[in-house]
């Protein structure tokens, strides 16, 4: 909200069974009375000048979700916590931020609300052993307040717990959290289900309740946070070799290796709504060399744009593979040769890096007669599951027109090969022919490419010494012109 109208009182509408319902409001108009619930006429009894506006629950829940995303740069286990909220596991976390004047917990809360209020946004945030102790806190206590024992004067709505229950706790005498702890839980649990246990047990740590990440966090991840922000390729550079030299020693213990990894690198500047810069980088094969790594990350580097500096670089080993130790020579060198093995491997990923995953492949065998489908695409350095050779017996030619060309060819029927043909507009007489080869398309592909069912190959060669490869797509059938493509050369 813009700050001019922070100060006039301010709601949310929806409809409900054909009434103007208020949904949410400002601080403005909470202090004249109005509250979530009432009617838009009761509300504007309390203030004429109310201003309203639709609610949009929709855009409500994506901005919640971006805000959940940027509170990355603060831990890696962030959640969206509907309709207003986001929730944060920070452990393990906090002893990254400080400054002169806070430390550890407080520097992370202040350094959070600081920025979310910088973004024109009210918030509150509460640190606390559980997120159910957190949750009832931001809402109904102290923020302040981290103490276990600060949940026993909160109302029992802070334990996230249906109005009617509530209501039914009222009615026994119990207002506050506290109430419940000298109450026989079999009597709790007789009277009011399983959920008041649960939710009693969650906020005092006696039950789990594990938080869900809104992405998924990658095993083997390193943070950097910085002091002052960082903004020269050097000390990026510096920054990622320290980074690549954690994250292998993680992976060795485990025995693993990296196929794919992202560098996210937040700025000081970076909005609520901004996502963090990002560069993947993957492998050929398994490695956790980090002098290798670092070379192949140097070209991707020059895509940051630091602006007024980073202050966090994050490094995920996002996929990974199993990697053991290799056995070396006396020499050191391994024992497939000297350095063959890595360099190739470098050189795959380099070539990759460049022209893209898809340009740097390796053709295999696949079981299929059809000339466009008996090879498939395999990562380049990956092991055959069970190589397969090619179908023998036959000449394939080397080059292959995708999608074949239709020719206009002459022959004798029902099954010569043609005596000439016109491709492009040229005239080809054949002086040599060999065939006819049939190949059947495979009949669980239906009427296969070209919805044609049978070809009738042929080599031919033109009087120029040219070689090519020509089919008859089809049975012969009386009355019809049969259709004739090109659809390789030969040596």
Same mark, same amino acid.
């Given at each position: 909200?813009?700050?001019?109208?922070?100060?006039?009182?301010?709601?949310?509408?929806?409809?409900?069974?054909?009434?103007?319902?208020?949904?949410?409001?400002?601080?403005?108009?909470?202090?004249?009375?109005?509250?979530?619930?009432?009617?838009?006429?009761?509300?504007?009894?309390?203030?004429?000048? *109310?201003?309203?506006?639709? +609610?949009?629950?929709?855009?409500?829940? +994506?901005?919640?979700?971006?805000? /959940?995303?940027?509170?990355?740069?603060?831990?890696?286990?962030?959640?969206?916590?509907?309709?207003?909220?986001?929730?944060?596991?920070?452990?393990?976390?906090?002893? *990254?931020?400080?400054?002169?004047?806070?430390?550890?917990?407080? /520097?992370?809360?202040?350094? #959070?609300?600081?920025?979310?209020?910088?973004?024109?946004?009210?918030?509150?945030?509460?640190?606390?052993?559980?997120?159910?102790?957190?949750?009832?806190?931001? %809402?109904?206590?102290?923020?302040?307040?981290?103490?276990?024992?600060?949940?026993?004067? #909160?109302? *029992?709505? /802070? *334990?996230?717990?249906?109005?009617?229950?509530?209501?039914?706790?009222?009615?026994?005498?119990?207002?506050?959290?506290?109430?419940?702890?000298?109450?026989?839980? +079999?009597g709790l649990a007789a009277r009011f289900g399983g959920r008041l246990l649960q939710r009693y047990d969650q906020a005092f740590g006696r039950l789990d309740e594990p938080i869900s990440p809104r992405r998924p966090v990658a095993d083997h991840r390193e943070r950097l946070t910085f002091a002052e922000p960082i903004a020269t390729p050097e000390s990026i550079a510096g920054a990622l070799r320290h980074l690549l030299g954690r994250l292998c020693k993680g992976l060795e213990a485990a025995g693993l290796g990296a196929r794919r990894l992202r560098l996210d690198a937040h700025r000081t500047d970076q909005r609520v709504d901004d996502e963090p810069q990002s560069l993947t980088l993957g492998t050929s094969r398994p490695t956790r060399d980090p002098a290798a790594l670092a070379r192949l990350f140097t070209p991707l580097l020059e895509r940051i744009e630091p602006g007024p500096g980073l202050e966090t670089l994050v490094l995920s080993a996002t996929e990974?593979?199993?990697?053991?130790?290799?056995?070396?020579?006396?020499?050191?060198?391994?024992?497939?040769?000297?350095?063959?093995?890595?360099? #190739? /491997?470098?050189?795959?990923?380099?070539?990759?890096?460049?022209?893209?995953?898809? +340009?740097?492949? %390796?053709?295999?065998?696949?079981?299929?007669?059809?000339?466009?489908?008996?090879?498939?695409?395999?990562?380049?350095?990956?092991?055959?599951?069970?190589?397969?050779p090619w179908p023998a017996g036959q000449p394939r030619p080397l080059r292959l027109l995708t999608p074949p060309e239709p020719v206009e060819a002459t022959a004798p029927l029902p099954d010569d090969p043609p005596l000439q043909f016109v491709w492009r507009g040229v005239r080809h007489r054949v002086s040599r022919a060999e065939g006819p080869e049939r190949i059947e398309c495979e009949w669980w592909r239906g009427e296969g490419s070209l919805g044609l069912a049978v070809r009738d190959y042929y080599r031919v060669e033109d009087g120029d010494g040219r070689r090519f490869w020509l089919f008859r797509a089809g049975l012969y059938r009386p009355g019809e012109n049969p259709r004739w493509f090109l659809h390789g050369f030969l040596g």
């Amino acid at each position: 909200m813009p700050p001019d109208q922070r100060a006039r009182p301010f709601a949310l509408l929806r409809t409900e069974r054909q009434r103007r319902m208020v949904v949410a409001v400002n601080r403005a108009a909470a202090m004249l009375g109005i509250v979530p619930g009432q009617t838009l006429s009761d509300a504007r009894a309390l203030e004429p000048a *109310l201003e309203v506006a639709e +609610a949009t629950p929709e855009a409500d829940s +994506a901005l919640l979700g971006r805000i /959940a995303d940027w509170a990355r740069r603060y831990s890696p286990w962030t959640a969206a916590d509907e309709p207003d909220g986001v929730v944060i596991d920070i452990t393990g976390c906090a002893h *990254l931020f400080g400054n002169h004047l806070l430390e550890g917990e407080e /520097a992370l809360a202040a350094d #959070l609300t600081g920025r979310l209020r910088a973004a024109g946004f009210s918030v509150r945030a509460a640190i606390a052993d559980t997120p159910a102790a957190a949750w009832g806190l931001v %809402r109904f206590g102290s923020p302040e307040e981290r103490r276990r024992e600060a949940l026993d004067g #909160l109302p *029992l709505a /802070a *334990l996230r717990l249906a109005p009617e229950m509530v209501e039914g706790l009222h009615a026994l005498g119990l207002r506050r959290i506290g109430d419940l702890h000298a109450m026989p839980r +079999a009597g709790l649990a007789a009277r009011f289900g399983g959920r008041l246990l649960q939710r009693y047990d969650q906020a005092f740590g006696r039950l789990d309740e594990p938080i869900s990440p809104r992405r998924p966090v990658a095993d083997h991840r390193e943070r950097l946070t910085f002091a002052e922000p960082i903004a020269t390729p050097e000390s990026i550079a510096g920054a990622l070799r320290h980074l690549l030299g954690r994250l292998c020693k993680g992976l060795e213990a485990a025995g693993l290796g990296a196929r794919r990894l992202r560098l996210d690198a937040h700025r000081t500047d970076q909005r609520v709504d901004d996502e963090p810069q990002s560069l993947t980088l993957g492998t050929s094969r398994p490695t956790r060399d980090p002098a290798a790594l670092a070379r192949l990350f140097t070209p991707l580097l020059e895509r940051i744009e630091p602006g007024p500096g980073l202050e966090t670089l994050v490094l995920s080993a996002t996929e990974t593979g199993p990697l053991s130790a290799v056995q070396t020579g006396m020499d050191g060198e391994g024992a497939d040769g000297p350095g063959i093995n890595d360099g #190739l /491997a470098e050189l795959v990923d380099r070539l990759t890096l460049r022209l893209g995953e898809r +340009a740097v492949l %390796r053709l295999v065998p696949r079981e299929s007669w059809l000339p466009e489908r008996c090879v498939a695409p395999h990562p380049p350095l990956e092991r055959l599951p069970s190589p397969k050779p090619w179908p023998a017996g036959q000449p394939r030619p080397l080059r292959l027109l995708t999608p074949p060309e239709p020719v206009e060819a002459t022959a004798p029927l029902p099954d010569d090969p043609p005596l000439q043909f016109v491709w492009r507009g040229v005239r080809h007489r054949v002086s040599r022919a060999e065939g006819p080869e049939r190949i059947e398309c495979e009949w669980w592909r239906g009427e296969g490419s070209l919805g044609l069912a049978v070809r009738d190959y042929y080599r031919v060669e033109d009087g120029d010494g040219r070689r090519f490869w020509l089919f008859r797509a089809g049975l012969y059938r009386p009355g019809e012109n049969p259709r004739w493509f090109l659809h390789g050369f030969l040596g």
